[in-house]
């Protein structure tokens, strides 16, 4: 891989170190971050630790998004990207469901009502629009940052069907703390959330032990690539006028590629097979996206290896 | 923590756009007491029974996507009376609107197009427009493409009774068993917000309308609906849009529109007639119609020619010194539509006409020059003289030279007792189309002038986006009401009102310029303004490809 020259003092991260804020002049060192999804690292106990600061949830992340609490809902604030971004991850979700490997669709009432699992929901973006589909039987909601879940929560009483008793369940915890529910969720949903995450690998085993066979694990991300580097961090952090989120959002280092994911999945189906198991999960269904000013967000084919992409895996069984 | 807008203002956006979404908590329409949060909560609450208003909730409840919500429409006026309207087929009302291409597909997919009563449809194949102020003429058609492609002549636009869409409208709800949905004789008493109830929801920022629905005489009862999304589609002076607090920009042209139903001179194979006209005679009239020659005989009809006969003509005259175009639009079986922009004077002496009286005057408007018209109109009309405006028609139209058979205007020989009406002009722009939970639709956003014809067709596109903006939002598991879903509402919507209302305010204002004795003065400017708007008829009609690009436009 290439080196990006240094300009400024950077870290060289080892993967059992957690990351640290820089903001937009930390110059990322291109290293193999697959390490970074096949740290064996276990789980620190968290037993003495208040809920949120368990082995998958960074304090650094949990303040800034503190921050970004109040603005959550504002459309013209820091989050309208999200917000303009909500429809594809829809869409993504429909054509995952036309791949499933049990799409039998009975006739063209389809009487299945499908229960999800947002995990790092934030103020409740996607878990409150999953609510709202009539396909939809239930969603909980967990996110380990406490302001932002105060958010969701006020955003889903201004809504009597988002009120419905059973229909929308915002929990201030992380992934780690979820231990009933084991696999009760025909969708579990990552979006913008594992780039956030220190450790990944651990985080996908612990998030996947919560869908059911047949299920969905459905996220999205961002591929790290100079480009990305340069429009997540160089055009998207700048400051105002130019920048559109804010500064810190983002690190770099964190991000993943979608053949480190194809790699990872594939890697649990082999240890599967020479278990004398069959395939645990299906092939990893990557779409990229874009944001083009004045336009928004559009499906990019081929745009996952430089930028935001959607990926989407089923658990068989 | 109590859920609001990001305490420090957005640097995304303008001043008054900030403005409005911080409003939108302070919003008001008339005095309302609202002390708990109302138990009925609809999805989608429309005030305003007319084309615009039904065609929306048509369009929400025959798809399967959003027949769900929750509607209600408000209309003040007795709905089941609409539906039930009936009038004989030689009587026509004197609201009838030109319906573009765009708008019949739209009201066909929505299901309510064949509930029309189609024979007292007329669609039409040719506009006709020409300048009192000069020679120039020009045909909207789609004939050069039906020519070329080999194809059947392409509808300009379709005139429907207002009250014949109503009911169309009416019916199809029937049929999609959602009458229920529709609030008839009720009006809004106020418009407020619901509270922020600490032991329940917060509507804090949806609206809640008060309602006095009329029952029986002695009973009349009040009630609050909550609406995730208010829309807007009650007419120029619209409550909801008082209630959003946008203002309006615009002016008032000092103009009346005057509107008649005619009754018209049937020619042999006229183009009038609903059945289709015999293709060999009217050929040749048709085959002649080109800008230079005045007449041709038939035998400078070709073969390679051969276009279909049109089903009927609209004619529209510029009057430039009378204050605005005259229009004769078609309806079935010989009849006609007038709609006559001009002065509150005129528009007040056309009234009191008798109804001979009016049909000479209307003949005059359409083959005189305008010194003979303003002589006509100075005519006492009182019914002694009754047959004073036919012998002056009569005598005068033998000394002015007409168009060709092709392109003149019918005569007309009555017009209907009770239809001659006016209603006043104008320009009216909101200032915004939207607001949170809350949208505008049609002439509730946007007024324009009748000259193109294209109110209730903006109104009926509005209602089309509205509905697929809606769509999409439940698709996305958006809430409907959504400030940022509504966006692609406004985007879509406002530059199109702006280009049209705008576009039409400027022909009116360009086709009152010059003119014998008007405002322009006469002599040399007045007759050079004249030419030059023949020059620009003339470009328009010639230049390949400009009449067909205006014509896509506004259809």
């Known amino acids: 891989m290439s080196r990006v020259p240094r300009i400024a003092p950077r870290l060289l991260r080892q993967p059992w170190q957690t990351t640290q804020r820089e903001g937009a002049t930390a110059v990322a060192v291109l290293r193999p971050t697959t390490v970074r999804l096949y740290s064996t690292t276990p789980a620190r106990a968290h037993a003495a630790q208040p809920s949120g600061t368990g082995s998958s949830v960074s304090a650094s992340e949990v303040t800034h998004f503190t921050n970004l609490a109040s603005s959550w809902w504002d459309p013209h604030g820091p989050s309208r990207l999200l917000h303009l971004m909500n429809p594809l991850r829809h869409d993504f979700i429909k054509s995952c469901l036309s791949t499933s490997a049990d799409s039998a669709a009975v006739g063209p009432e389809r009487a299945k009502k499908y229960a999800y699992l947002d995990i790092g929901c934030g103020g409740g973006i996607f878990a409150s629009s999953a609510a709202r589909l009539p396909s939809t039987s239930s969603v909980t909601a967990i996110d380990p940052t406490a302001e932002v879940i105060k958010v969701a929560k006020e955003h889903q009483r201004a809504d009597p069907l988002l009120s419905l008793p059973g229909r929308l369940n915002y929990v201030n915890c992380a992934i780690e703390d979820l231990e009933s529910h084991l696999k009760t969720f025909d969708f579990v949903t990552l979006f913008e959330v594992i780039e956030h995450i220190d450790r990944p690998s651990t985080f996908l085993r612990q998030a996947l032990n919560h869908l059911k066979p047949g299920g969905w694990l459905i996220g999205s991300t961002i591929a790290r690539h100079p480009l990305s580097y340069f429009t997540t961090k160089v055009i998207a952090e700048a400051p105002w006028p130019i920048g559109v989120v804010p500064r810190g959002t983002h690190d770099w280092d964190k991000y993943i590629n979608p053949s480190e994911l194809r790699d990872w999945f594939a890697k649990e189906n082999r240890e599967a097979s020479e278990r004398g198991e069959e395939d645990i999960y299906g092939a990893v269904k990557v779409e990229g996206c874009v944001c083009l000013p004045l336009v928004g967000w559009k499906f990019v084919g081929r745009s996952e290896e430089f930028g935001n992409y959607f990926f989407g895996v089923q658990k068989l069984r | ?555």
């Open chain 2, 1 to 555: 923590m109590s859920l609001r807008v990001a305490s420090r203002p957005s640097k995304y956006l303008c001043k008054s756009c900030r403005f409005d979404l911080s409003r939108a908590r302070k919003r008001k329409y008339g005095t309302s007491s609202i002390t708990s949060n109302p138990q009925d909560i609809y999805d989608v609450v429309t005030v305003g029974g007319g084309p615009v208003g039904l065609a929306l909730l048509t369009a929400l409840k025959s798809s399967p996507a959003t027949s769900h919500l929750r509607c209600a429409l408000i209309e003040t006026q007795t709905l089941p009376k609409q539906k039930s309207w009936d009038l004989p087929p030689d009587q026509y009302s004197n609201r009838a609107s030109s319906i573009t291409p765009t708008n019949q597909s739209f009201l066909e997919s929505i299901g309510a197009w064949k509930h029309l009563d189609l024979r007292r449809v007329q669609p039409y194949d040719e506009m006709q427009v020409g300048d009192a102020g000069n020679d120039a003429s020009i045909q909207f058609d789609w004939k050069a493409e039906a020519v070329r492609y080999n194809a059947p002549l392409r509808t300009v636009a379709t005139m429907v009774e207002n009250a014949n869409l109503t009911r169309a409208l009416l019916r199809r709800l029937e049929e999609l068993d959602a009458e229920d949905c529709l609030l008839s004789s009720s009006s809004v008493a106020s418009i407020g917000n619901g509270i922020d109830d600490p032991e329940g929801l917060n509507l804090s920022n949806w609206p809640v309308i008060s309602l006095n629905s009329a029952g029986t005489a002695e009973s009349s009862s009040t009630r609050q609906i909550a609406a995730r999304l208010l829309i807007g589609a009650d007419g120029i002076n619209s409550p909801v849009r008082t209630f959003a607090g946008i203002s309006t920009n615009g002016w008032d042209y000092n103009r009346h529109g005057v509107v008649a139903t005619l009754k018209l001179e049937p020619q042999p194979d006229s183009p009038f007639s609903s059945s289709s006209s015999d293709p060999n005679s009217a050929l040749e009239d048709f085959l002649s119609d080109d800008t230079q020659t005045t007449s041709t005989s038939p035998s400078q009809a070709t073969n390679e020619n051969i276009t279909p006969s049109n089903r009927a003509t609209a004619y529209q005259r510029f009057l430039p010194s009378l204050g605005g175009p005259i229009a004769i639009l078609p309806l079935p079986n010989n009849h006609a539509s007038l709609v006559w922009s001009t002065t509150p004077q005129i528009a007040s002496t056309l009234k009191s006409l008798s109804p001979s009286a009016l049909a000479s005057t209307i003949n005059a408007a359409l083959r005189l020059n305008e010194v003979d018209i303003k002589y006509m109109l100075s005519l006492p009309s009182s019914s002694d003289n009754e047959h004073d405006h036919e012998s002056e028609l009569t005598w005068r139209l033998q000394h002015t030279p007409q168009p060709p058979p092709a392109r003149a205007p019918p005569m007309i020989t009555a017009v209907q007792p009770h239809t001659p009406a006016s209603f006043p002009l104008r320009l009216r722009n909101a200032s915004s189309y939207i607001s949170p939970r809350l949208a505008l639709a049609g002439d509730a956003a946007h007024t324009i002038h009748p000259l193109a014809g294209q109110g209730l067709n903006l109104g009926l596109g509005d209602a089309e986006a509205l509905a697929r903006c809606i769509l999409g939002s439940v698709a996305c598991g958006a809430d409907v009401g959504d400030a940022m879903r509504l966006e692609g509402y406004s985007a879509e919507r406002y530059g199109r009102a702006v280009e049209m209302g705008g576009g039409v305010d400027v022909l009116n204002g360009v086709y009152q310029m010059g003119g014998e004795g008007s405002l322009s003065g006469d002599g040399v400017v007045g007759g050079l303004l004249g030419r030059m708007r023949g020059l620009g008829m003339w470009v328009v009609g010639n230049v390949p490809g400009v009449k067909e690009g205006i014509m896509r436009r506004a259809g």
